[in-house]
């Protein structure tokens, strides 16, 4: 089965500027998560969704917004960029279930000028 | 809310001395645990984890985890440490009812030759 996959892998965005960023799950996973990589603050859980629906959300401001498609796949978007949004991006699919193992895509990382 | 300590931020070993990283969870009810390696600029992958099997979890690259719910652990361990090991690694969990997973900040291990 092919991984996890996201596009693009690098992106360079200004300030203000708005972004989405695509993850294709592998085949048969139904669960999308998305994290926010920094070097600072680790690892952070932005949303999951599942069969189409957010099932659980992080804290982060309403600027970042997710949503999954009927195929699985799924986009996040990132409006008004700030300095502080550049990051590793990282993608995760499952079946969904909770003692299922996340697996994780390359990421995409976003530079914000 | 769940929460993840890796003792521990940065770890050195000489290359074929044991490798011990730490890692202690928060919860009443033994969770789901995972220990996930990442390389430079690669997303996470999956070493092993722990689902209420066997507390005696093996992985893959010759890594190992035991659960102990006494002390509500889950250190990872390797008898010998490889050049090739040299990462960073991180310890999740989840909940039994749970959509979200909970990392640790990370154990940057280096290898000295």
């Known amino acids: 089965k092919a991984g996890v996959t996201q596009t693009p892998r690098y992106l360079i965005k200004t300030r203000g500027q708005q972004v989405t960023l695509s993850c294709s799950p592998i085949s048969g996973h139904r669960s999308v998560s998305w994290y926010q990589q920094t070097p600072g603050q680790g690892l952070q859980f932005l949303f999951e969704?599942?069969?189409?629906?957010?099932?659980n959300k992080g804290n982060f401001p309403g600027r970042f917004s997710g949503r999954q498609f009927s195929n699985s796949r799924s986009e996040m978007n990132v409006s008004t960029l700030e300095l502080g949004d550049s990051a590793l991006y990282l993608c995760?699919?499952?079946?969904?279930?909770?003692?299922?193992?996340?697996?994780f895509g390359p990421g995409t990382r976003l530079l914000v000028l | 809310a769940q929460s993840v300590t890796q003792l521990g931020s940065h770890v050195s070993v000489s290359e074929g001395a044991l490798v011990l990283l730490r890692c202690n969870y928060s919860?009443?009810?033994?969770?789901?645990l995972f220990w996930y390696v990442q390389y430079p600029n690669q997303g996470l992958q999956l070493l092993l984890k722990?689902?209420?099997?066997?507390?005696l979890v093996k992985g893959i690259n010759g890594f190992e985890a035991e659960f102990k719910k006494s002390e509500t652990s889950f250190h990872l361990t390797k008898p010998s440490a490889h050049m090739s090991d040299a990462a960073e690694y991180f310890c999740a969990v989840r909940t039994l009812t749970g959509n979200q997973f909970y990392f640790g900040t990370g154990t940057s291990l280096t290898v000295i030759p």
């Open positions: 995760a699919s499952s079946q969904g279930g909770a003692r299922e193992t996340q697996y």
């Open positions: 969704y599942f069969s189409e629906t957010q099932r």
């Open positions: 722990y689902t209420s099997a066997a507390t």
């Open positions: 919860s009443s009810v033994p969770p789901y």
